[in-house]
């Protein structure tokens, strides 16, 4: 004799399911999208909730920049200063590089707390290894 609750707890079982692969889904795209970084065309656009902007920013790097974080890649190149924000750090660097992802800029970069304008320089100066 077949249980009358078999069915019932076939679909409750496959609907859980379901709905933990649908969160888990959701947790990592929320995950990936919060921890991307942003790259910043426009050094004197305004960002919402943060007390240091772009362009102070890259006031409070400019004493650094060519002794921490230039690197040339070509001398025919121009150098162009970049500048990434993630999370409460912006990074800031200056090369003539083409990267194909805004990661590279953060490598060795100067970082400066969007919230205080702490600065952080690189561990390492320029072409060491």
């Known amino acids: 004799m077949k249980s009358v609750l078999s069915p019932f707890f076939y679909i409750i079982g496959t609907f859980l399911i379901s709905l933990v692969i649908l969160i888990l889904l959701l947790m990592a795209i929320f995950s990936i ?19 240091i902007q772009p362009k102070e920013a890259l ?8 002794e921490h974080a230039t ?28 990267a194909k992802t ?3 800029y953060m490598n060795n970069a100067i970082k400066i707390n ?3 304008g702490e600065v952080i320089l690189p561990k390492q100066k320029n072409h060491e290894k």
Request: charged fraction near 40%; proline fraction near 5%.
């Open 33 to 51: 999208t919060l921890k991307s970084p942003t790259y910043i065309n426009d050094k004197s656009e305004e960002i919402k909730k943060v007390k």
């Open 59 to 66: 006031k409070l790097a400019e004493p650094y920049l060519d």
């Open 71 to 98: 690197y040339s890649y070509r001398d025919d190149k121009n150098m162009k200063t970049h500048i990434v924000k993630l999370r409460k750090w912006y990074y800031v660097r200056k090369t003539n590089y083409p």
């Open 102 to 104: 805004t990661r590279y």
């Open 114 to 116: 969007s919230k205080t």
